[in-house]
């Protein structure tokens, strides 16, 4: 079935708009996989995709999940070793006072959401911390609010903090290292913001004093077995390796792969189920729904709809400041409407109308958008959602005016911080 042109943009749209609609409202506990692939079906039979397209998205896409999937291994495999328990231990011993155990969440969240990915931080951190927390018989919600913000806030800095940076490095090809020498500002501007909101927000539910008894149970954390040790020397070659591999501009999918192989081989030689440790750590819904969506996307595009927002992003002169807000401002705003892995897609079919010596720039005002700006929301990010269910299974509530006056506040002060850094870069021209 092939539509005339002004009829594909309309049926597109509609397309992509019930495929969002059901990604977020999740009926029936829906997986997000399910709505991608249908809308994929969708696009290829009105004519908007062929098979031409699907090899080339797989194409596009296939360094990015298989990374992925590697890094999703290796944190499995060192949560499962107990290196992030511990590491929450430690920074409960070493934090005297309640404002200083929140600042110090902040920034193992942060160095962790770097070196790992925010859904590391999400996923593995969040119960970590409430137990720390709960061992401390402290209010543990200041502390799971800055689990899930951090993941999203201090996601800039590395490809590999944010599946939208993975995505967009891959298709620009930018260099690793430019790319993190560009970011490293903004993102620190964005935590540092972050941590100030929050000591402000929540000063009345910190506690001035750590209680020694409450210190002294949270204990030393796990007993540093041999698995512990040997897990996290892994994990530290894996991560000195990412970086060799992207001070060398070669790909980082291999050496995933390859920390994930030889973290399996450690956490066999301890004991522990390979099988069991893989199908635990690796979210393989979100390969399909990563797919998809860069696929319904390219349908969007020959529908020629993201034709119109970059007439409106590119089409008339804009001062330096004024462009990079407006990319952040549309980015944040397409993120909390519809998630913001399919947003950073549309902004990349976007930018690839802006002229060359634009794009970094606008590039890394669209990810400043994509990664802090979900965050407004608990449906912009599936770091987000999942925090929120997290949370959730631990016997806490968090209704939605709750987060959302945290949240108003918080959001447009760090992305404030983190758009000044940028331009005070000069926009990366």
Do not use: K
Not at 129 to 141: E, H, K, M, Q, S
Not at 389 to 401: D, F, I, K, T
Request: hydrophobic share 60%; aromatic share 8%.
């Amino acid at each position: 079935m092939l539509l005339v042109p002004g009829a594909g943009a309309v049926v597109g749209l509609a397309v992509f708009l019930a495929v969002m609609a059901v990604v977020i409202a999740r009926p029936r506990g829906l997986n997000e996989a399910w709505p991608a692939a249908g809308g994929v079906a969708a696009f290829l039979l009105l004519g908007l995709l062929n098979a031409g397209d699907i090899v080339g998205v797989g194409r596009e896409t296939a360094g990015v999940l298989l990374f992925l999937a590697g890094m999703m291994v290796v944190s499995g495999a060192a949560e499962q070793a107990g290196v992030f328990a511990w590491a929450a231990s430690f920074t409960a011993r070493v934090s005297g006072s309640g404002p200083r155990l929140l600042v110090n969440v902040f920034l193992l969240g942060a160095l962790v959401t770097a070196l790992l990915s925010l859904d590391v931080t999400v996923i593995i951190l969040t119960p970590v911390i409430y137990a720390t927390v709960v061992a401390l018989r402290i209010d543990p919600l200041p502390y799971l609010y800055a689990c899930t913000f951090v993941a999203n806030t201090g996601s800039l800095i590395f490809p590999m903090s944010n599946l939208t940076n993975l995505l967009v490095v891959n298709r620009l090809n930018f260099p690793f290292w430019r790319f993190a020498g560009a970011m490293a500002f903004p993102n620190l501007a964005a935590v540092a913001a972050n941590i100030v909101v929050f000591l402000w927000l929540f000063r009345d539910r910190l506690p001035g004093r750590l209680s020694p008894p409450g210190a002294r149970e949270t204990g030393g954390g796990p007993a540093p077995t041999p698995f512990l040790r040997a897990a996290a020397g892994v994990l530290a070659l894996v991560l000195c390796a990412l970086f060799v591999a992207g001070l060398a501009d070669r790909p980082l999918w291999p050496v995933a792969i390859g920390g994930a192989v030889a973290l399996l081989v450690v956490t066999r030689a301890a004991g522990t189920p390979v099988a069991q440790t893989m199908f635990r750590a690796v979210s393989w819904p979100l390969f399909v729904f990563v797919w998809g969506m860069a696929a319904i996307v390219r349908g969007v595009e020959h529908a020629g709809l993201t034709q119109e927002l970059a007439r409106v992003l590119l089409g008339r002169p804009h001062g330096a400041l004024e462009s990079l807000a407006l990319t952040t401002g549309v980015a944040a705003l397409g993120a909390n409407l519809f998630n913001n892995i399919p947003m950073t897609l549309v902004m990349l079919s976007v930018l690839a109308a802006a002229a060359p010596g634009r794009v970094f720039g606008l590039a890394a005002a669209a990810l400043i958008g994509a990664n802090i700006g979900p965050a407004l929301t608990t449906a912009g990010s599936l770091a987000t959602i999942i925090w929120l269910s997290l949370v959730r299974r631990q016997g806490l509530e968090v209704p939605a005016l709750e987060y959302l006056r945290v949240a108003v506040i918080t959001v447009p002060l760090v992305l404030a911080a983190a758009l000044a850094a940028l331009a005070l870069e000069g926009g990366l021209r």
